[in-house]
Structure formats: C-alpha cells, structure tokens
C-alpha cells in the first residue's frame, strides 16, 4: 500500500513574498478519494500566502497512486509541472519518475485525465478523437480549420450520449465546442488494439505520456 507523502516547497507569491508549505508528493486515491475532486476543482495543493492572503496554486511533482481507470485499472499517474513539459519531451526532466502507468503535464492536463477514467472511458481513444477533431476536413473539401494553428483540445465530459470537448485556438478569443457521439468513441475504444499499431496513434498513445500535445510539441521543435 502506498503511503501520503508531503514535501516542504518554496513559494513565491505575486506580492514578491517568499514562503514555505508542505505540499503533497504522493496522493493515494484509495486513502483519500477528495483529492481527485480538488484536482477538478482547480484547488489542488491551493494555499494562501501569509503576507497578502492571495489564495495560490502552484505546481509541484506529484505522483497520484491508485486512481480507477475503467479497463486498465486501477493505475498511477506523475504529475509534471507544467514548467518542465519541454525538458521532460526532451528526455533532459533531471530526475528519474520511476514507472507510471500515466504522465499528465501541468494541473489541467491532470485534471482531463482524471475525469476521462471517472467518466469510465479509455484516455488513448479519447485522444484518438481528438485527433479526428483537429484534422477533420472543413466544409466543400477545404483543409481542416486546425490546420497550421496551435490548437488545444480538452475533454470536458459527457452530455446527453456525447462525449463534449473544448477546442481553443481556432478563434483568439473564442472556445470552440465540439461534440462527439458515444457510439463513435465506441467503436475505436472497441478497435483499439489494432488502431495502437497504426500510425499516427501509436505516435501520442504510446504510455507514459499518452496525449496528442506529445506530437505538436515533436512537430514544433
């Protein structure tokens, strides 16, 4: 069984105050299922500074033990700042994560994933989805509207038999929503041994880091 673990971080605060809290590093969901509930709430590891009161959040590694993941499981996820997503894609993190069965890069990339296996899907599918959102032809033929723009996809649940995503990048100021039949993801989470040995899905699902940004960031350096 794994145990709770805390480490003293240092924090510096907007009003330049630099302070010091214990924070988690190790989180098992068995032990304390909220956590994953603070995670979605954006309240994860939130605290305040003592010289403003400022309520922050910062990112520090955490590794998540035990979290249900539908068919795969019950698994472990790292949790890796979001600072350090080019070092880590580039191999150069400077510190060895073990094993996880899942990396997620930055809070919101955590919290994506955590809601995917609540809502008892498989995470390589939901990516493979994203990926036919992105590359999907426009109207009459024209190339997809996500062609040659940093897009950025996020499974935001499931509504009425549809599974529902955020796409942001499309417009500057503009969330697009997209939405995606049940029955779809369906039948690629049914084919998806086959689909795992295909290009170019076995490019972003290969584990730990199974997400489509795996490959924009390779396209991008």
Request: with cysteine; aromatic share 6%; charged share 30%.
């Amino acid at each position: 069984m794994t145990m709770a673990a805390t480490t003293r971080r240092r924090i510096a605060c907007f009003c330049e105050k630099v302070f010091e809290a214990e924070l988690p590093s190790v989180v098992d969901l068995a032990a304390r299922p909220e956590a994953a509930d603070e995670v979605l709430r954006g309240e994860f590891m939130a605290v305040s500074c003592p010289a403003c009161g400022k309520r922050l959040t910062p990112e520090f590694p955490c590794r998540f033990t035990g979290v249900p993941a539908g068919t795969l499981g019950t698994i472990d996820i790292e949790l890796v700042p979001e600072a350090e997503r080019v070092a880590y894609l580039a191999g150069r993190l400077g510190r060895d994560l073990g094993r996880p069965d899942r990396v997620a890069i930055g809070v919101p990339e955590l919290a994506e994933k955590l809601g995917i296996f609540r809502a008892g899907l498989d995470d390589r599918a939901v990516e493979m989805l994203k990926f036919m959102l992105v590359t999907r032809p426009g109207r009459d033929g024209e190339p997809s509207p996500a062609a040659g723009r940093e897009v950025l996809v996020t499974f935001r649940g499931i509504e009425a038999g549809r599974l529902l995503f955020h796409v942001a990048g499309l417009r500057e100021t503009e969330v697009a929503v997209a939405r995606i039949e049940q029955s779809v993801y369906d039948r690629i989470a049914a084919d998806l041994g086959n689909r795992l040995a295909e290009e170019p899905f076995r490019d972003f699902c290969e584990p730990p880091y199974v997400s489509l940004r795996r490959v924009e960031q390779e396209s991008a350096s």
